[in-house]
């Protein structure tokens, strides 16, 4: 039985395992103020090119949103997002927890345009009753998106033109950074996503790493106080160096991004199968995730082989089914798969 | 340098890694589900003795009492804790964020009473406007206490009993809670912790994992849908297995009370070494936690060999410093301590 | 200068100021337990034929529905609402800043769907991952909405059976309740919106009280201490007496029914009047709220005489206007603005 | 049967009620916007000497305190208040509510200290692990206190110098403002009032009238989008008109010291009345409230006759019983009272 359900299937990229069994004895100090944590942050600013971010880890993707979130928005405001976006669907509403509306915009294939941002928040401050309502405070989204499909460097540059036109700051959830970035079909760097947007995450959970997020404020614009902010969101690790640790690992040499690749290939040798097969995409997805219309009967056949997500009803007989690669799949797998289906 | 500033400062246990080094590759599901994570449960409930305990596991103190506590309580209710206890003190507030008041007893060396307890309740029953107050609507201490003290048997049998007698649930903040149970003075066993409280948790992060605690449910009382409540909070691991499988290494063989034990006997020997020396104690601590009088000089003279916590100011020239050993200290580590105060 | 622009223009009805006029001097207990507030509860279970309800008075609507809601959800749950619903624009954010999602339908002219509601429901327990998404908890509508249009009574059926079978409650938000069962298109009464509804509210702000909304429990729910919640959101007013003396004053002889009948025939002689002149309906309401489209000229000409609220764009020279008549229209006013328009 | 059991027992000020009669028809806009608020504030701004003071009318103690400290604080901040003081005890967690922390100090009569504030503030920022506490953000305090007692001016300058120095605002709960002012012990004006906190509120509901607070801001400092914040925290009434027209009445002719008076000169009678009959003062009280030691035997003899609030056990035999006059107290009302005890 083979498994492309997700793609945090496995534990951690071997090297990682490697770096903390080796570093294992070291005495470090707590709470993320420990030198492979200070190292990891210097590696990231490096390959960003942005010398003057802040860098902090945290443990997971709904963690690291509800943190960031929070910390930045003020009191009287929400943030905009995709309907379809994490926040807005399966996050069980960890921002709304927080005290916050998610201004929800239809999204096209898990995306927003500038153009919605804009009408959005222009529409807002026409309303002669907008004093009763909810400010937007920010705009969410996903690189790559919920439904593994990504924005061209023009629509980024025209939304984060926006952002800066409003005076909103714009945040990206890269729960998949590296699976977006590394696909053929991205025209968009990483150093394009640092000086695009306010703070990003760059995801480790679901790239190599047992667990941990890297977020990256990349505007000197640390919220004041966020150590005391991520404690009292019960999201401070004791032992920092876990996460510290393995970003270090994941951001020295190009690990970060082999591993991204090898996903991605993985990802086009998955759709190229199917396609031949003879099954048809839902969307046209360049990353990792690949989403394929299957007969409930084709997926039942399977079920004792191989495991697929169960994405969402087509039709009466047939379902879409989405396809996950990692950097933990293998070429092996893969076939395997093939010839399952 | 040595540092013997807290008992967080290596990696974890070498049999964990060797664990997480083994099963690495094996498909996991996700968010908990995973065999590993429900083996690590089963091997709990046997050393409890409680086949109908209910376990979680999440990531760090912290958000563990906050998710716990957040869960547990009634809109209208507080949680009466120690003036001294962890959520009372060091974590920045992450009771009050959600919604709920700590109602605080003054602490003799971090410990409450049963006949405190009893009197808040009485009192604020008797009070005509307390329906304008917050309700007390559960009890939380830790065991150990943040002092490093104990309770006795008897001691939580009467709180246990007081809990009982009002209808609110006691909760215990097990942090360390090996280092608790295997000392010496210790009349109180795991099993007694489980039958006596409503919900505690068995620290990992700070008794051999790289992180993680275990959450028991005592009572088949887990709170409904508390997977969401746990995504909703942020404190859903994607990877869950990472704390599963730390734990089923932990509750294998006694690894567990090994390793506290351990720890504990470290303990005894840095005390009495230092009392040897002269030094007066701050508190007698059985635990793992010892608190000592040490002139500021002194303090300082060490400062380039050994890392001790700063706990409290003790007079104009002395202070109290807090040696703490763990299930990583060496008997070297003890020994060169031992030369050098 | 006369307005039309919201139902909230004037004071209070003149029976209830001399209601509280007589009053005044007479002692009474506070936070809602004086007599007054008893007996104005005990009218209105009459009138509603429901010798169970439970019933206390908040000061306004946007407080209500967020100490209902809140009172009523659990922590995993969110609200089903019209995405035009007032909870779901008009109140800041009012929800969730209790930790509450409102889940969004498609409104139609202001009103949802049994089918709607169904489906959504439905849709979420087939979902595989809900237990990463908000439970839905809760309905919310408003009768009438907030675009003046009316539910019959077939579809108030269905919806309160839909509830039923999912077992969620049903919550109606009656800010205008009076001016929606007094009008000729309505086949409901308070009996049948007491009968099929969990909780709602009667308005008394916008139908001739000072301030003030009665919220009725229906069936014996009301949520356990209930007043402690209520002063926790700052929500309890020490003079109870001066929204009982109100109710009580409404729900004597008939006021309440009477001065909404009152509203509605003026809102139907100025609808009469405006489709004389040729003004065309944006929304055909029934109750006292009338939409009309209106060149921006026409609307800028008569500026300085009378006032409407500028309900939306309708084209580049037109825009819609409410015009809202009270429990305090007269008969002049109407005649005046149809001589203007 | 009379009662003196608080000071919120009649309706309004004959004068109040007048206002509002004579205003009733004139059509007002909404949520504060109107003119009579706007009149209301400008009179008070003279009264105070600010002319640069912002206002805002609230409908009653815990709600203001709620939004005020709410809108103040940042997310890691805390309010330092008595623990005897109205948000620590009486608010039913409404603070804790909004995600905020009560810092709270020993009272000694109901008041706290200069020296016992800068000692928290002191120490916390000298704690190394501040970083992880709840940072204080501001002080609360009531004039007069909870139990009836004032602060002298010198003690006000001197708190007020602490939150300076420490740059963290004051802010004074004057529900009882009036009471307190006016009495003969206190060397403290209205002006200095203002010119010592950031902010303050006048309390209206306990004074003359039905409900209503008025907040002021007094260095230009309202908080950002206050109105929104008021709004989603359900505070913001619509007919914000009912609180500025008591608030235009109270502070026209003097009349909100005046009525202040009439009360202070009905307390010194009781406490005159009480201590010739030989009672003792359980707290030397200057203001409207008086603490006086009685027997239970006594205490249940006068029920059926005059209601006192029971303010707490003194002993086995006695209890402490507060006498509260108010604007509303009349002379033969005293004079039956002392007739009685």
């Known amino acids: 039985m083979i498994s492309f359900e997700n793609d945090y299937l496995e534990g951690a990229h071997e090297k ?6 080796e570093t294992n004895r070291i005495q470090a100090s707590g709470y993320g103020s420990d030198e492979f944590s200070q190292k ?27 943190v960031v979130i929070s910390s930045i928005l003020k009191r009287f405001e929400g943030v905009i997002a995709a309907d379809t976006g ?4 399966h996050e069980a509403g960890a921002i709304e927890l927080t005290g916050h509306k998610i201004l929800p915009l239809s999204a096209i294939a898990g995306k927003i345009t500038a153009e919605a941002i804009d009408h959005l928040i222009e529409t807002f401050y026409k309303d002669a009753t907008h004093t009763h309502m909810v400010f937007p405070g920010m705009v969410y989204l996903s690189y790559p998106t919920e439904y593994g499909t990504l924005y061209s460097l023009e629509e980024l540059e025209r939304i984060s033109q926006v952002c ?31 000086r695009l947007c306010d703070v ?19 505007k000197n614009n640390e919220p004041v106080h966020f150590t005391t902010l991520i404690k009292q969101n019960g999201a401070l690790l004791a032992k920092g160096r876990l996460v510290g640790i393995q970003f270090l690992e994941l951001f020295s040499n190009n690990l970060y991004f082999e ?8 990802a086009m040798k998955v759709k190229k199968g199917f396609i031949e097969k003879g099954y048809h995409l839902f969307i046209d ?22 495991q697929f997500a169960n994405w969402e009803t087509y039709d009466e007989t047939h379902q879409v089914v989405r396809v996950a690669t990692s950097w933990g799949t293998t070429e092996e797998q893969v076939e395997l798969l093939l010839s399952l289906v």
Do not use: W
């Not at 990682?16 to 069994?21: A, E, P």
């Not at 800066?164 to 760097?189: F, K, N, Q, W």
């Not at 591993?259 to 993985?266: F, L, T």
């Open 16 to 21: 990682i395992l490697t770096r903390l069994v």
């Open 40 to 66: 990891a942050a210097e590696k990231i600013r490096e390959v960003l090119g942005c010398p003057k971010a802040m860098i902090r880890f945290l443990m997971g993707g709904t963690q690291t949103n509800q």
């Open 86 to 89: 994490h926040i807005s669907t």
């Open 164 to 194: 800066r036109t409003h005076e909103i700051p714009l945040y990206i959830d890269g729960a998949r950074l590296g699976y977006g970035l590394v696909c053929e079909e991205s025209d968009v760097t990483i150093k394009d996503i640092a």
């Open 200 to 218: 990003f995450y760059i995801g480790g959970t679901k790239i190599g790493a047992l667990c941990g997020e890297a977020v990256v404020f990349t």
């Open 259 to 266: 591993i991204s690749k090898h996903a991605i290939d993985m």
């Open 285 to 306: 997805s360049p990353t990792n995730q690949q989403f394929f219309v299957m007969s409930n009967e084709k997926v039942n056949t399977l079920k004792p082989f191989v």
